[in-house]
């Protein structure tokens, strides 16, 4: 059973920082994509950052020079530092994960979700 438990949300003012952690079990990291994605009340899940199977990372315009996504395959964990953060960047952020090498910016590809974590921006 796959189970992906993130941690590291909270309330930070606007151009701090925050690193989020997701500790995954039951789940082969290393050969197999893992991705952040974020949602606000009333949008849909959207796409931050991804890294493949290869190692290759990817990253949305909005979050592109800010964030970098991780993962340490001994730890089975997946990381995102995020720097300089903006009120926009306020929403709940999952953790998710596919049994496929490639990843997809699309929510539905991704069989495994935590259960999040809040990040909360102030002006």
């Known amino acids: 059973q796959v189970q992906l438990v993130e941690s590291g949300g909270g309330s930070v003012q606007a151009g701090g920082s925050l690193r989020l952690s997701c500790a995954s079990s039951?789940?082969?990291?290393?050969?197999?994509?893992m991705a952040w994605f974020r949602q606000t009340p009333g949008k849909q899940r959207e796409r931050v950052a991804y890294?493949?199977?290869?190692?290759?990372?990817d990253y949305a315009d909005s979050v592109k020079g800010r964030f970098t996504i991780s993962k340490d395959n001994a730890k089975n964990t997946l990381y995102l530092q995020m720097n300089i953060l903006k009120p926009e960047d306020t929403a709940m952020y999952y953790c998710?994960?596919?049994?496929?090498?490639?990843?997809?910016?699309?929510?539905?590809?991704?069989?495994?979700w935590g259960q999040g974590t809040q990040v909360t921006v102030s002006s």
């Open positions: 998710t994960a596919r049994h496929n090498g490639y990843c997809s910016v699309l929510a539905g590809q991704y069989a495994y």
């Open positions: 039951g789940y082969t990291s290393s050969s197999n994509c």
């Open positions: 890294i493949d199977g290869y190692g290759t990372t």
